[in-house]
């Protein structure tokens, strides 16, 4: 999850503020400007959300040398039942954010490919050789679209799986 929610997940965020930019300056060259700027607005906050779990969430997940670090061994012999259910609490806590957080990834993610798609789609009036790859580059990226969807639902299935069990 880290290099999902502190690495990939801000950078495609800004890459989906920066095309918002970009389509903003230039809509007459995209078919369907409106709709891409939906879908990159959509896929920018679900990444960041994304973030948002990571960093909010993080502070659940610790592991024994983490404690050992923080407490003396006496004060951990003393309260080795309190300490050992509240790390199990907190890291019950943090898998709930993982599935939240991995969510928003795998959805930000899908509705990016579909926003490349939709901004590559052909104006009418492009020439023949053009216009037949482009939509050939929207074909790809939809079905892209949908591998991710199904990885996406797949994946928060099996993580909320395991968070329930």
């Known amino acids: 999850m880290n290099s999902a929610t502190y690495v990939a997940a801000p950078l495609l965020a800004g890459f ?6 970009l389509i903003l300056t230039s809509q007459e060259s995209f078919r369907w400007p409106g709709v891409t700027l939906l879908l990159l ?3 920018a906050i679900l990444l960041v959300t994304s973030v948002q779990f990571g960093i909010t ?5 610790y592991s024994l040398a983490d404690v050992q670090s923080w407490w003396t061994d006496e004060e951990i012999e003393s309260n080795e039942k309190v300490i050992a259910r509240e790390q199990a609490d ?8 993982a599935w939240g957080a991995m969510a928003c990834y795998n959805m930000g993610i899908t509705l990016l490919a579909a926003s490349l798609a939709t901004s590559l789609a052909p104006l009418p009036g492009d020439d023949s ?3 037949s790859l482009k939509w050939t580059c929207v074909a790809i990226l939809g079905q892209a679209s949908l591998i991710a969807v199904i990885f996406g639902v797949s994946t928060a299935y099996k993580i909320h799986r395991v968070i329930r069990e």
């Open 16 to 21: 989906s503020v920066a095309s918002i930019g």
């Open 41 to 43: 607005t959509l896929s």
């Open 57 to 61: 969430y993080q502070k659940y997940y």
């Open 90 to 97: 907190d890291f019950a806590e943090w898998r709930k954010a």
């Open 129 to 131: 050789a053009l216009e």
